[in-house]
Nanobody, 119 residues
Framework: QVQLVESGGGLVQAGGSLRLSCAAS????????MGWFRQAPGKERECVGG????????NYADSVKGRFTISRDHAKNTVYLQMNSLKPEDTAVYYC????????????WGQGTQVTVSA
């Protein structure tokens, strides 16, 4: 099993920045891709972006492209989401997720961290 724990959420003014972290523990050797998702009140969960374990470039949703950056530290089993130029519409609970090797399904999920962007 894999456990994911997010941190770094909070309240920030529009135009500000936050960095979220997601630390993985447990059977981390089985992790392939890691991604970030978000869900705002009354809306469906949205994929923000993801990164594989094979050195490929991260991919991003159009809504965050150019403002958010995903990076991964394999030695620390941690993935980061650097969020710049935040907008009120970025307000959501942000979740970290991971797939296992050989599967394209995000089967491991963190508990989520709240990000609130004030106007």
């Amino acid at each position: 099993q894999v456990q994911l724990v997010e941190s770094g959420g909070g309240l920030v003014q529009a135009g500000g920045s936050l960095r979220l972290s997601c630390a993985a523990s447990g059977r981390t050797i089985s992790i392939h891709a890691m991604g970030w998702f978000r869900q705002a009140p009354g809306k469906e969960r949205e994929c923000v972006g993801g990164i594989t374990g094979t050195g490929g470039s991260p991919n991003y949703a159009d809504s965050v492209k150019g403002r958010f950056t995903i990076s991964r530290d394999h030695a620390k089993n941690t993935v980061y989401l650097q969020m710049n130029s935040l907008k009120p519409e970025d307000t959501a609970v942000y979740y970290c997720a991971a797939t296992s090797t050989g599967s394209g399904v995000y089967m491991y999920w963190g508990q989520g961290t709240q990000v609130t962007v004030s106007a």
